[in-house]
């Protein structure tokens, strides 16, 4: 944990913008500054464009970064049988392969990161390089060392473990984009991405009935969690399922998936 002189700058990289909160103290400590930038595209210029903007520069020196990133920038994959893999470097190859087999060789342009999740699966991630060394050089630029970077998806995960009871449809969703999975037994299953435009209820609903069809796994009468951040508390009444919202915070649990 950084000391309590040491501020903490919270950045969420979405679809559309870049958010950023700085924080002292201890714990969870006090917010003591924030801003916003309008991010034009998902290339590395953009981001660069982006942060040199939202980040602070020259007002503190030394604090550390932790980044959440839009699941729009980053592709996901789920490697099951993880159980059998030894070490990190069986596992970063893993994941290199299961993203392979679904984008080919654009995997070979990106930073590939791995996490379990459960007793026998494990989460690839994958994000462009270029952006990824961009948001590096942007808070070196800026005096700031990049602590952790992570997938809104993980983030919202991570956040809604203690609510995930029993098989589960989780979906965390945010403007423009939304990650679904059946949880069950402890292991995820059938992970899928979405846009999210115009009705996000409606469009969240069509996607979770989408893949209990084309997956087969989970019925109409499996619950849905839903994590969500930028989209406020959505109307679910016309829902035909039990489904309960989780509005989520703007700072992102201090946890590395991607660095």
Do not use: Y
């Amino acid at each position: 944990m950084s000391p309590w002189w040491r501020e903490r700058v919270l950045v969420h990289i979405g679809v559309t913008e870049v958010r950023v909160q700085r924080r002292r103290g201890w714990g969870r400590g006090r917010v003591v500054g924030h801003s916003t930038a309008p991010l034009a595209g998902s290339d590395a210029d953009a981001l660069t464009a982006a942060l040199a903007q939202a980040l602070p520069s020259g007002q503190v020196q030394g604090g550390d970064v932790h980044a959440t990133v839009s699941s729009a920038h980053v592709r996901l994959s789920l490697v099951p049988g993880a159980a059998a893999l030894r070490g990190a470097q069986e596992h970063q190859a893993a994941a290199a392969h299961a993203l392979a087999r679904i984008h080919g060789d654009a995997v070979q342009g990106w930073d590939v990161a791995a996490c379990t999740v459960g007793a026998d699966t494990l989460l690839a991630a994958g994000m462009d390089a270029a952006a990824a060394s961009a948001l590096r050089a942007a808070c070196g630029a800026s005096s700031w060392r990049l602590a952790s970077v992570q997938p809104f998806f993980v983030r919202a995960f991570n956040d809604s473990l203690k609510q995930l009871n029993g098989a589960t449809w989780f979906v965390a969703a945010e403007p423009g984009w939304a990650v679904s999975c059946l949880v069950q037994g402890g292991e995820l299953r059938a992970l899928r991405s979405q846009r999210v435009t115009g009705n996000a209820a409606e469009d969240l609903l069509r996607g979770l009935e989408r893949s209990q069809v084309l997956d087969g796994v989970g019925d109409s009468d499996t619950p849905v969690l839903l994590a969500s951040t930028g989209l406020g508390t959505l109307d679910l009444s016309a829902w035909p399922r039990r489904v309960t919202q989780r509005v989520l915070d703007a700072e992102p649990a201090l946890t590395s998936v991607l660095s």
